[in-house]
């Protein structure tokens, strides 16, 4: 009994450091608050792997915002790979193209060495 509850502390334990973004429904349509609801926590939830970003106002004055995904380092600059999504209204599938793309990289960052890598030498603005 004592090992079960050491490996359930454990499995707890490994999960909790695991990187998750916010849950998203890519099976229906989201509107621009839904995704910039989106953006705000899976920025807020993994801290050590993502930023929220201020890119900028929409013609109609509401915040455009992005997120940098990658491993910070210390004294070097990344390059940096551009992703965008949702330019235009009527585009809304974009986003989900977006989102697709930030579940990929920061839910498999700590099983798959090549995202790994890729999040440790370079930086995604999306």
Sequence with gaps: ???????????????????????????????FPDFQAYLV???????????????????????LLGVLIGKPRQNFKKPMVWLDGGNHAREWPAFHVAVYFIEQLVNNYDTDKKIKLYLDELDFLV
């Design 1 to 31: 009994m004592k090992w079960r509850s050491l490996l359930q502390f454990l499995a707890l334990l490994s999960s909790a450091a695991a990187y998750r973004t916010a849950p998203f429904d890519l099976h229906r349509y989201n509107d």
């Design 41 to 63: 926590r899976t920025a807020r939830e993994n801290p050590g792997l993502v930023r929220l970003l201020h890119i900028g106002n929409s013609h109609e004055g509401r915040p």
